[in-house]
């Protein structure tokens, strides 16, 4: 699993639509920002909670340090597309990448099994504070799914450090 | 003289080359990797699928949905019970969200559905490689109420087992689902009009009102 020091892996991730392909490393290159992952689009603890939290604490977390807010979780671009405009992300700001075929979540050692759930395997909720493609904090929840220390103000400390 | 045929789940079978003439004609194709100059000229490049369903067949009844009810509870419901003693109307789409599907597939069929209620059709679902919340989602977006029954095939098992998968993995998309609209009386397919892939021309609602 990834952890505290480790690099971010070189995935390419889909933005918007499934052909455009972005470097998640090109976003973070020399910048401090936040990456967090969720489960899957759509899906409660994701939509009430997780993703809702960094819309509305943007502004806040922006001031703290955090230069781009990424959210991934494995599913198509399209989806992540409509997501981000249902909550609110996208006009926020918030870069709603989609991991479509759970590469980033295997490179990060963040394979979440829900198969039977959501029929296929997905990623472990997390947050991290990236600085210059460097993860410099990392909060996996502890049973991949729970809304406790990936949540937005957790991570806010972990920004100013 | 044998042609090697990849089918686009990467299985490959070494078939005689008059079979891969025989498998096109019957509405199979497949990538042939050119064995050797003499391996048929008539060899096209297209992708494989296996053999779909078709008129006459029953729909495989134990395989199960999941979807969101009208109180916003999780359920799950095996094709039997959904298709058993009744006219039902199996949308299929290659995904929730996408432009096609959200923009003229879905739609048209929403729009009939008063209409196809009316000439004795019991149910009409919508059916894609997806989950059940994204369909759920979807739907909202999309404005179906409770017109349009959406189904989750998350893992794509009654896909693959009526033999209408499509690769779009180089699309970004993963396995999907062909476009088509089928009509299923008792669960046996009445009528299928089935997209070579994603494309729209004869899976619309006006179709299926034709065949009703």
């Known amino acids: ?161 | 003289m044998t042609a090697f045929a990849r089918c686009t789940a990467g299985a490959i079978a070494i078939v005689p080359t008059r079979r891969c003439a025989a498998l096109s004609r019957r509405g199979h194709s497949a990538k042939f990797a050119l064995a050797g100059p003499r391996v048929a000229r008539s060899a096209q490049l297209r992708t494989c699928s296996v053999t779909a369903i078709s008129v006459g067949d029953k729909v495989p009844g134990d395989i199960k949905f999941n979807y969101f009810d009208a109180e916003g509870n999780m359920q799950a419901v095996a094709v039997d019970d959904l298709t058993k003693g009744k006219k039902v109307v199996l949308i299929g789409v290659p995904g929730a969200f996408t432009p096609t599907c959200s923009l003229k597939h879905l739609p048209g069929f929403l729009e009939k559905a008063d209409e196809l209620k009316s000439k004795g059709v019991d149910t009409i679902a919508c059916v894609a490689v997806n989950d059940a919340f994204v369909m759920d989602a979807w739907s909202k977006s999309v404005g179906t109420d409770d017109k349009i029954m959406m189904l989750a095939d998350g893992s794509a098992d009654f896909t693959k087992a009526i033999g209408v998968e499509l690769d779009l993995s180089d699309k970004g998309l993963g396995i999907r689902s062909r476009r088509y609209a089928m009509l299923l009386e008792d669960g046996a397919v009445k009528e299928l009009n089935l997209e070579e892939g994603g494309a729209f021309t004869v899976s619309s609602a006006d179709e299926i009102l034709s065949a009703l």
């Open chain 1, 1 to 161: 699993m990834a952890k505290e020091g480790s690099p971010l892996p070189q995935v390419e991730l889909q933005e918007g639509a499934p052909d455009n392909n972005v470097k998640l490393t090109d976003i973070f290159k020399g910048k401090k920002g936040i990456l967090f992952g969720v489960p899957g689009a759509f899906t409660p603890g994701c939509s009430k909670t997780h993703l809702p939290g960094y819309v509305n604490d943007y502004a806040k977390l922006s001031e703290a340090g955090a230069q781009v807010i990424v959210c991934v979780s494995v599913n198509d671009a399209f989806v992540m597309e409509a997501w981000g405009k249902q909550t609110g992300a996208e006009a926020k700001g918030i870069r709603m990448l989609a991991d479509t075929h759970g590469e980033l979540a295997k490179a990060l050692g963040l394979e979440l099994d829900m198969a039977k759930a959501l029929g296929m395997n997905r990623m472990k909720r997390f947050s991290a504070v990236i600085e210059d493609n460097k993860i410099k904090s990392l909060n996996v929840e502890p049973d991949g799914k729970g809304t406790t220390c990936s949540l937005s103000n957790a991570i806010m400390s972990q920004l100013k450090a």
